[in-house]
């Protein structure tokens, strides 16, 4: 009940295309929904986040989509570039209080490419 | 603003070594800290996490211990390290002292070969 399951576990994109990933949960307890974005041989870092209470988020050429009732989350990035190429991972916490402490529990990554 | 370091940043030591690696936070009191493992460049595991000073939580059953001796200071280690703890090394923090402070921030990692 802890999962979260990512696809697609690869994928390659054309530039100024978009990229599509998804996130799929079943606790729904799960309070808070981040995506990462990590660079070869570099730390994840944070790239958009999104709370039950709304369906969407945009920042940029990013958007989440959200879909509580089918416990689904997805990552948009509009006009896909170059060095958008990473991999990508989606991950849930429920409220920080409490006993979770704001563990994440993570999707397994979306390796993306981008060609130019 | 907020920092995070973690060293050192490769590592490689024979089977049988013990470990140490150091995660430091600056600019924050009383943060939440985590160490994570990926392996394979994929998959991010919790390994410990630590709310407090001399607190700590393990997730799951290893040949890792974890130690917090400063508030913000996070240390991974082991006394005989395996193949099977090769990896990269995650460290990351989370704001402690706000209720509805979700964001957890990750330092740049350790590079961990067991030879």
Known sequence: QQQVKQSPQSLIVQKGGISIINCAYENTAFDYFPWYQQFPGKGPALLIAIRPDVSEKKEGRFTISFNKSAKQFSLHIMDSQPGDSATYFCAASMLPGGTSYGKLTFGQGTILTVHP | SQTIHQ??????????????????????????LYWYRQAAGRGLQLLFYSVGIGQISSEVPQNLSASRP???QFILSSKKLLLSDSGFYLCAWRAGTEYFSYE??????????VT
């Not at chain 2, 060293?7 to 939440?32: F, H, K």
């Not at chain 2, 957890?104 to 070969?113: A, C, D, E, V």
Request: aromatic letters at 8%; proline letters at 13%.
């Open chain 2, 7 to 32: 060293w050192p940043a490769t590592l490689v030591q024979p089977v049988g070594s013990p470990l140490s690696l150091e995660c430091t936070v600056e600019g924050t009191s009383n943060p939440n």
């Open chain 2, 70 to 72: 400063q508030d913000r």
């Open chain 2, 104 to 113: 957890q921030y990750f330092g740049p990692g350790t590079r961990l070969t």
